[in-house]
């Protein structure tokens, strides 16, 4: 079992940024590549933001440009920083790791984040 633990949702309002955290137990991410997904209400969940356990990332086309995963080895952390916030980013975000990266497409793994709200007011 891997426990993930997240922080960093809130209210904001349109244009403004957030930055959302997600810490796993030690070695996690440097054997495992990661994710994060969010889910609107009403809508599935849907993949934002994968990194590689190399370090490669893909974004969405929906936030390419606006949010950034980075990453903090030495205290086992993720991170996604999110710019340029629009209403329509207004979802739950859950981390994710431990899935397979196959022709350079994340698939979620088995452990998952408790979820952050965020929300963007217009």
């Known amino acids: 079992q891997v426990i993930l633990v997240e922080s960093g949702g809130g209210l904001v309002q349109t244009g403004g940024s957030l930055r959302l955290s997600c810490k796993a137990p030690r070695n996690t991410f440097s054997r495992n590549s990661m994710a994060w997904y969010r889910q609107a209400p009403g809508k599935q969940r849907e993949l934002v933001a994968s990194i590689h356990s190399g370090g490669t990332t893909n974004y969405a086309d929906s936030v390419k440009g606006r949010f950034t995963i980075s990453r903090d080895n030495a205290n086992n952390t993720r991170y996604l920083q999110m710019d340029s916030l629009k209403p329509e980013d207004t979802a739950v975000y859950y981390c994710?790791?431990?899935?397979?990266?196959?022709?350079?497409?994340?698939?979620?793994?088995?452990?998952w984040g408790q979820g952050t709200q965020v929300t963007v007011s217009s």
């Open positions: 994710n790791v431990g899935g397979p990266y196959t022709s350079g497409r994340y698939y979620a793994g088995p452990f």
